[in-house]
């Protein structure tokens, strides 16, 4: 299994960024993913998951109406739009599918 993040940077506040998650090694388009971040000092803290279809996706309340994950499937890939950007959202981003995460991408949102 191997999962590969990209897209992170430095956005200001009130800024976008959409990562991407190059996935390989099982049956992408049979299971669901997942976006888990880690803010310094912080525990890990999931993010938003999306079923394998892309018919169910779920979001913490932190990221809710700012954050759309989705998927494509023939690209093996699994995205993050990530709208109206804070300085809490400051963290390293990791997908993560089949039990295995990523090594993440650091976002740091500052102006």
């Known amino acids: 299994v191997r999962l590969a993040e990209s897209g992170g940077g430095l956005v200001q506040p009130g800024g976008s960024l959409r990562l991407s998650c190059a996935a390989s090694?099982?049956?992408?388009?049979?299971?669901?993913m997942s976006w888990f971040r880690q803010a310094p000092g912080k525990e890990r803290e999931w993010v938003a998951t999306?079923?394998?279809?892309?018919?169910?996706?779920n979001y913490a309340n932190s990221v809710k109406d700012r954050f759309t994950i989705s998927r494509d499937n023939p690209k093996n890939t699994v995205y993050l739009q990530m709208n109206s950007l804070q300085p809490e959202d400051t963290a390293v981003y990791y997908c993560s599918g089949v039990g295995a995460y990523g090594q993440g991408t650091q976002v740091t949102v500052s102006s």
């Open positions: 999306i079923g394998s279809a892309s018919r169910d996706r």
């Open positions: 090694g099982f049956t992408f388009s049979s299971m669901p």
